[in-house]
């Protein structure tokens, strides 16, 4: 994998630190409106998915055409029980969850990185490749 997407994907989510930095957790967990996420929902979600997506990858890598459900947060126990935090916690497990799934993109070698797989999600099939150059 590209030095410059390694290096954008470990620091992007720095920014959150500074965007966020002295938001305490009533503030974090005030939603703009009724049907709208909060911050803290928003940075669950992201952390969330980052266990989804390294789930899914892994399932990629080891299975020919696998179906995945689409993903849907608010039906999602995992989602939930993150939001069962406080804010500090929940930055802090965002953070490693997205450690956890840059180690993992990190380690695949070029061949899987440019394998070309297919999954169906909602009875659709995608065809894609993790990482082109």
Same mark, same amino acid.
């Given at each position: 994998?590209?030095?410059? &997407?390694?290096?954008?994907? =470990?620091?992007q989510p720095d920014a959150l630190n500074h965007l966020l930095?002295?938001?305490? !957790?009533?503030?974090? @967990?005030?939603?703009? !409106? @009724? ?12 952390? #969330? ?5 390294? =789930? ?5 890598? @080891? ?10 947060? !608010?039906? !999602? ?14 930055? =802090?497990?965002f953070h490693q969850s997205r450690k956890e799934l840059n180690?993992? &993109? ?8 440019? #394998?070309? #797989? ?16």
């Amino acid at each position: 994998m590209e030095t410059s &997407l390694q290096l954008r994907m =470990q620091h992007q989510p720095d920014a959150l630190n500074h965007l966020l930095y002295e938001l305490n !957790d009533e503030s974090a @967990k005030q939603r703009p !409106d @009724k049907d709208k996420w909060s911050i803290f929902e928003n940075i669950a979600h992201l952390g #969330r998915y980052h266990e989804v997506f390294l =789930q899914r990858v892994q399932t990629i890598l @080891k299975e020919q055409d696998p179906l995945f459900d689409r993903y849907v947060a !608010d039906t !999602d126990e995992g989602f939930i029980e993150w939001c069962k935090n406080d804010f500090d916690q929940v930055l =802090q497990k965002f953070h490693q969850s997205r450690k956890e799934l840059n180690d993992f &993109l990190f380690n695949l070698d070029e061949k899987q990185l440019m #394998r070309t #797989r297919s999954f169906f999600c909602c009875t659709k099939r995608i065809t894609f490749t993790l990482f082109s150059n």
